[in-house]
């Protein structure tokens, strides 16, 4: 039943036109909401800063005015050159018969109208040379009343096939990964100018960024972004022990492993895995990688991001002013 449903829905949507309107309205609230969520905003805005031009810069979901003017024709102009058999990746995971599924998805794409019959170059892979990034505003400032000030800065990363992309886990895990953080036990722990702080990276076929985050009161903004960026500083500069190494690795394999507790994540990673490299990495394999980082190479990828341009965004109350310096200066 669920091939049926989902079969139906890929091959044969209507987007009928009191639909494609109701839809319309609800994307419309969606954005209206986000705009209301200040770590949305401020998410938005820092791809927007760190990325530039690239299209990974631009909104998720739109701009009320892109909402506004799509119409149904162009949507189903989409909806027919893209939703095609040579676009198609499927991907399954629990207590399933192979052959029977293969044979299961066949037979309902071929009733839905589907011509499996002729053999059909997938389409390729999108490309992995990283793009040239310009930096959009270096610094940007969002008025918000509210009683938090959100604070996110980065640098541009590397791309998701980068061989170095388990150098970065395991660098982002020990710099603001955890309760037990560089970010954490600094800014909330000792100082106790945060609830929540901690660093991300995100990585797609041809760019990536890394970012550091914190929400603080709004007098403790411009503290809490220079302790931010001095961290990630100083952490480049003097790199990490081995204890630290240590129990990152220990903590992501562990959480890895956790993870293949569910189906769901199995089915997500050979989805990924084919869409994005074409290569699988089973959890051995994986963790034969992580063994392989060392603290030099987390201090030179450190390195080489610490050495990008920086973008900031406050989402709140704070002072443009001490902010514009403390970019400038760092």
């Keep these: 039943m669920a091939i049926d449903v989902m079969s139906d829905m890929l091959t ?25 969520d200040p770590s949305d905003v401020a998410q938005e805005r820092f791809f927007e800063g760190v990325l530039g031009d690239h299209p990974l810069g631009r909104p998720i979901g739109g701009s009320p005015e892109t909402i506004r003017a799509a119409t149904r024709e162009a949507v189903v102009a989409h909806y027919r050159a893209n939703y095609r058999p040579n676009d198609l990746v ?16 066949q037979r309902t794409l071929e009733a839905a109208g589907w011509d499996l019959s002729v053999e059909a170059t997938p389409v390729a892979r999108r490309p992995r040379t990283p793009a040239l990034i310009t930096q959009g505003k270096a610094l940007q ?17 590397i791309v998701a096939t980068d061989e170095r992309r388990v150098v970065q886990t395991v660098m982002n895990a020990i ?5 037990s953080s560089r970010l954490f036990q600094e800014i909330r722990e000792k100082r106790g100018l945060a609830y929540s702080v901690f660093s991300f990276a995100s990585s797609y076929s041809d760019a990536g960024a890394f970012g550091l985050f914190a929400g603080t009161s709004p007098k403790k903004a411009p503290e809490v972004a220079e302790l931010l960026l001095a961290e990630f500083h100083k952490f480049a500069e003097h790199g990490v022990t081995a204890d630290d190494l240590s129990r990152a690795k ?78 400038s200066e760092g």
């Design 12 to 36: 044969s949507s209507l987007i009928d036109p009191d639909e494609f309107e109701t839809e319309r309205d609800v994307i419309l609230e969606e954005l209206a909401m986000a705009e209301d």
């Design 90 to 105: 499927i991907t399954a995971a629990g207590s399933l018969d192979h052959d029977q599924l293969v044979a299961q998805v």
């Design 141 to 157: 400032v969002i008025e918000r009343p509210i009683e938090q000030a959100n604070i996110m800065l980065g640098v541009p990363g």
């Design 175 to 179: 710099l603001g990964g955890g309760m």
């Design 250 to 327: 220990g903590q992501l394999a562990g959480g890895s492993a956790l993870a293949l507790e569910d189906t769901d994540t199995r089915m997500s990673r050979l989805g990924k895995s084919e869409i994005s490299s074409g290569e699988f990495i089973d959890y051995d394999a994986a963790l034969a990688l992580l063994v392989e980082v060392t603290p030099e190479r987390i201090q030179d990828l450190a390195k080489e991001l610490a050495a990008g341009k920086v973008s900031l965004v406050s989402v709140g109350q704070a002072d443009e002013a001490a902010l514009s310096r403390i970019l």
